[in-house]
């Protein structure tokens, strides 16, 4: 029998509780990170997604970048990032991105895109060449690549990941029920797959759920467990947060406890590592997954 969520009234749902402040970003490490993405015409996540964390990450001189443009061929209800017609993409963003992070002196990399699914390719020899470009010029950086679905393009998904990054990760976002709602031009069981063939090939896998949408404990269990029998290393979760009013609303404010829990059942159902909390993000402390 599967569990209904209770739905909070419309008040309750507006009124984000007191785990969720963050701090504004400030500071002088933040301010360097910040000229530095305005100087090499980059885009990050951390904006585009209006991240919580990106206070805390920029001001340890870490960032996610974003290629391949700032607007994605999607419409996910729950996602900031502007969809339409993206512009041709810059061959020479790979570069860019590279000088950037190392001027930086970035340890850890995370490296993520927007849907480009009017591409053949899918925007594969861009993530290619810019995972070149940054392990040709800072060797000792390590790197997680966020990449997106390739709607069944295995050949695409293979030149993505093969450059060399030490973990490959690809957002599932909810539980199945929710796909059509969610993420109305991507399908649970293809993503699967798609984590599925990224482990088959060798690398570290990694994926990430939104909680609030709707979901229920059940299934949030059974999206573990099919996450598991699909070969998942690494499993966040954090609570989503609606980025405007065009948006997705907020059926359910997660507790810390709750979240602590998830990640007590997710080791309990194999996966290697759970980072689970209420301001958790994919990327974040994205240093620490390269060692699982």
Same mark, same amino acid.
């Given at each position: 029998m599967i569990e209904l969520p209770v739905i909070p009234s419309t008040e309750q749902r507006k009124k984000r509780p007191d785990w969720l402040r963050v701090k504004l970003p400030v500071g002088p490490e933040y301010a360097k990170v910040r000229k530095l993405v305005d100087t090499y015409k980059l885009h990050t996540i951390c904006e585009s997604g209006n991240c919580p964390n990106m206070g805390e990450c920029w001001g340890a001189g870490t960032a996610t970048f974003? #290629? /391949?443009?700032?607007?994605? *061929?999607?419409?996910?209800?729950?996602?900031?990032?502007? *969809?339409g017609r993206p512009n041709e993409y810059d061959t020479d963003e790979p570069r860019r991105v590279a000088e950037a992070i190392v001027?930086?002196?970035?340890?850890?990399?995370?490296i993520t895109s927007v849907n480009r699914d009017e591409l053949k390719d899918r925007g594969a020899e861009i993530w290619y060449q810019t995972v070149r470009a940054v392990k040709e010029a800072s060797p000792t950086t390590t790197i997680e *690549?966020? #990449?997106?679905?390739?709607?069944?393009?295995?050949d695409a998904l293979i030149r993505m990941i093969e450059a060399g990054q030490e973990v490959v990760s690809h957002n599932m976002e909810t539980v199945e029920r929710l796909?059509?709602?969610?993420?109305?031009?991507?399908?649970?069981?293809?993503? /699967?797959?798609? #984590?599925?063939? *990224?482990?088959?090939? $060798?690398?570290?896998?990694?994926t990430g759920i939104m909680l609030g949408l709707g979901e229920t404990t059940d299934e949030v269990?059974?999206?573990?467990?099919? /996450?598991?029998?699909? $070969?998942l290393d690494i499993l966040t979760l954090g609570q989503y947060l609606q980025p405007t009013k065009?948006?997705?609303?907020?059926i359910e404010w997660i507790t810390p406890e709750q979240f602590d829990r998830y990640r007590e059942e997710g080791l309990r159902r194999g996966l290697k590592y759970v980072e689970a909390g209420p301001l958790v993000r994919s990327s974040y402390h994205a240093e620490r997954h390269v060692l699982v």
């Amino acid at each position: 029998m599967i569990e209904l969520p209770v739905i909070p009234s419309t008040e309750q749902r507006k009124k984000r509780p007191d785990w969720l402040r963050v701090k504004l970003p400030v500071g002088p490490e933040y301010a360097k990170v910040r000229k530095l993405v305005d100087t090499y015409k980059l885009h990050t996540i951390c904006e585009s997604g209006n991240c919580p964390n990106m206070g805390e990450c920029w001001g340890a001189g870490t960032a996610t970048f974003m #290629i /391949l443009g700032n607007v994605c *061929t999607r419409s996910c209800t729950f996602c900031a990032v502007a *969809t339409g017609r993206p512009n041709e993409y810059d061959t020479d963003e790979p570069r860019r991105v590279a000088e950037a992070i190392v001027l930086m002196k970035v340890k850890h990399a995370v490296i993520t895109s927007v849907n480009r699914d009017e591409l053949k390719d899918r925007g594969a020899e861009i993530w290619y060449q810019t995972v070149r470009a940054v392990k040709e010029a800072s060797p000792t950086t390590t790197i997680e *690549t966020l #990449i997106p679905d390739v709607k069944s393009n295995w050949d695409a998904l293979i030149r993505m990941i093969e450059a060399g990054q030490e973990v490959v990760s690809h957002n599932m976002e909810t539980v199945e029920r929710l796909y059509r709602r969610v993420r109305p031009q991507a399908r649970y069981e293809r993503s /699967l797959e798609q #984590i599925r063939r *990224t482990k088959e090939y $060798g690398q570290r896998t990694k994926t990430g759920i939104m909680l609030g949408l709707g979901e229920t404990t059940d299934e949030v269990h059974k999206a573990m467990d099919d /996450l598991a029998e699909n $070969g998942l290393d690494i499993l966040t979760l954090g609570q989503y947060l609606q980025p405007t009013k065009m948006h997705h609303e907020v059926i359910e404010w997660i507790t810390p406890e709750q979240f602590d829990r998830y990640r007590e059942e997710g080791l309990r159902r194999g996966l290697k590592y759970v980072e689970a909390g209420p301001l958790v993000r994919s990327s974040y402390h994205a240093e620490r997954h390269v060692l699982v």
